[in-house]
């Protein structure tokens, strides 16, 4: 069974700084694409930041650039996101995804693999 389990979310203030985690399990990800997605209250899931498993190959979204870094630890099987001069803006369930290939694409329709989302809150 395959899981992807998100932690390290929580409440900070504007210019504070986060590092979610993915975990993953079930299967070996080489060969498939990491993200990070997101969603506000009443908006839709947004991608953020990818990383090829293999070659660690990253993207990111031009609003983060530059203070978001995705990053993985192969022996933990785990992906990181470290969020640096968090904005209110940045307030959202982030969420874990995986994709099967190395083609990026930023749809949520073309990922296979969600955890279940962890929470992050930044106050002004």
């Known amino acids: 069974q395959v899981q992807l389990v998100e932690s390290g979310g929580g409440l900070v203030q504007a210019g504070g700084s986060l590092r979610l985690s993915c975990t993953t399990s079930?299967?070996?990800?080489?060969?498939?694409?990491m993200a990070w997605f997101r969603q506000a209250p009443g908006k839709e899931r947004e991608f953020v930041a990818a990383m090829w498993w293999t070659g660690g190959n990253t993207y990111y979204i031009d609003s983060v650039k530059g203070r978001f870094t995705i990053s993985r630890d192969n022996a933990k099987s785990t992906v990181y996101l470290q969020m640096n001069s968090l904005k209110p803006e940045d307030t959202a369930v982030y969420y874990c995804a995986a994709r099967r290939g190395v083609v990026l694409a930023t749809e949520v329709s073309n990922f296979d693999y969600w955890g279940q989302g962890t929470q992050v809150t930044v106050s002004s």
């Open positions: 079930g299967r070996t990800f080489s060969g498939y694409i």
